[in-house]
């Protein structure tokens, strides 16, 4: 099994791991250390895709990478979501959010295209829960966009795959917030969590346009 891995997938499994890592900050309430595991595993799951365009994929690739996200972007943020508001409400809207990133997860390379996603990508999803579960602390907020981002996952909307410029912006975002968080002062961390939100929102409003013109 070792034989088969690729150098690719040495930053699927570190996603992995720092999902699962991730959880146990949740376990230990955490939270905002919990928040920048998810974001080290979005950082991981990119370096995985680079990696793997340059040296090749191997055969545990595609299973290694939807194993590793379910684990990050679907379990992690759910979890991390219902320990901080822990309300009955979340419940069904939980259970939605993992069955649509399992099945968006399990059917990626049935509808794998060369420059778009059909359906918003998991890891976008579960950043967005993450960041708006630890900055907003606004249950029906949470609940609206556990909502919004299964129906996106499962739909048929077209959303840009990474190229450069994305890629440069989303890893700065990522960096600077998880930079300001020890930081005394809180107002920076405050100011990071919102501008990471905002280009989330941003992504999940503007990505289909951008996909279409631009991508």
Not at 142 to 167: C, E, R, T
Request: proline fraction near 4%.
């Amino acid at each position: 099994m070792l034989k088969l891995l690729k150098p690719g997938d040495t930053f699927s499994v570190l996603n992995l791991l720092f999902g699962f890592i991730s959880m146990i900050f949740v376990l230990y309430g955490d939270f905002k250390l919990a928040a920048v595991f998810v974001l080290l595993s979005a950082l991981s799951d990119g370096v995985d895709g680079l990696v793997a365009r340059k040296f090749g994929n191997g055969k545990l690739g595609e299973n290694l990478d939807s194993l590793a996200d379910f684990s990050s972007f679907s379990i992690s943020p759910s979890l991390l979501a219902m320990s901080i508001y822990q309300s009955i409400i979340l419940i069904p809207l939980i259970l939605l959010y993992i069955s649509c990133s399992a099945l968006r997860l399990s059917s990626f390379y049935m509808f794998k295209r060369k420059k778009i996603f059909v359906g918003m990508p998991a890891p976008a999803a579960g950043i967005t829960i993450t960041i708006s579960a630890v900055t907003f602390h606004h249950l029906y907020l949470i609940a609206f966009l556990l909502l919004l981002l299964s129906a996106l996952m499962v739909s048929n909307i077209h959303y840009p795959k990474p190229d450069k410029f994305i890629s440069v912006c989303a890893s700065l975002l990522i960096l600077f917030y998880i930079a300001c968080g020890p930081l005394p002062c809180g107002y920076l961390s405050f100011i990071s969590a919102y501008i990471l939100f905002a280009a989330c929102l941003i992504y999940v409003a503007f990505g289909a346009l951008y996909a279409r013109y631009i991508g």
